[in-house]
């Protein structure tokens, strides 16, 4: 992978991070969030008031995602030197971002697995493009303001997805094995169904909708076996893969 080397790739790298976090899928979002766990050292960076942090073995990359982060070779110590350059800022301890680091990673819901983490203190030069479309209705921050609007956005394309399903098919069920939670466990599994999205965040273009095609129902075991490998596994080939297994025990 290519060193970032100039400020803009370093910045394009943190919205990165910030779109796994906000609006990324279950995968991407867990990930994401197991980077920062797993971190040791990080670009502290503040949006409206709120701190937050990326690990800069995934932010010293040009161009990163998740995608060739997993399946590249990483060295922290190339990353810590060309940030430290980038921002002409040295790396080192700093009581008040680890204070608010352990504060993130609380609200994260994890519980960071290094004792000694260093940091670096950036000021962002411009707004990140996906906040600008935001107006400012949270309180806490246009970080909130994101999850709060791609949740809402993202509820009601599952939701109607999930109604299109039910209508062509009569009921509800996995589109790979064909599970169907009601027939197996009664009431307490009517309408229930997982929803994949089948295009990655790190996949979407600017701008980009989620749409009801863009939603495929799966039980939780298809769901898994979907993100298990990247890229992701396609409906067509999870049937195929699932159908060749079968055959050899019938």
Avoid at 34 to 40: C, K
Wanted: some cysteine.
């Amino acid at each position: 992978m290519k060193l970032i080397d100039n400020i803009e790739q370093l910045e394009q790298n943190l919205e990165t991070v910030e779109l796994y976090l906000t609006e990324g899928t279950g995968f991407e979002n867990d990930t994401a969030i197991g980077l920062i766990r797993a971190g040791a050292c990080f670009v502290a960076y503040e949006i409206n008031n709120e701190l937050r942090f990326a690990p800069s073995r995934f932010v010293g990359y040009k161009n990163n995602n998740l995608d060739q982060h997993l399946n590249s070779h990483k060295d922290g110590r190339e990353t810590n030197a060309v940030i430290a350059r980038i921002l002409d800022n040295k790396l080192g301890p700093n009581q008040k971002l680890e204070k608010a680091f352990l504060k993130y990673c609380r609200n994260l819901g994890i519980e960071p697995y290094n004792k000694k983490r260093k940091y670096w203190k950036f000021n962002l030069t411009k707004e990140f493009k996906a906040n600008l479309e935001l107006d400012g209705e949270f309180p806490e921050g246009k970080i909130s303001e994101r999850k709060h609007k791609f949740r809402e956005r993202n509820l009601k394309v599952v939701q109607l997805a999930k109604q299109n399903f039910k209508d062509k098919n009569g009921r509800l069920f996995c589109q790979v094995c064909e599970f169907d939670f009601e027939k197996e466990y009664g009431e307490i599994g009517k309408d229930f169904i997982e929803a994949h999205h089948t295009i990655p965040v790190s996949e979407m273009k600017a701008g980009h909708k989620t749409k009801i095609e863009d939603i495929a129902m799966l039980c939780p075991n298809c769901h898994r076996m979907a993100h298990i490998k990247r890229p992701w596994l396609k409906m067509a080939e999870l049937k195929q893969l699932r159908k060749k297994q079968v055959g050899k025990f019938e």
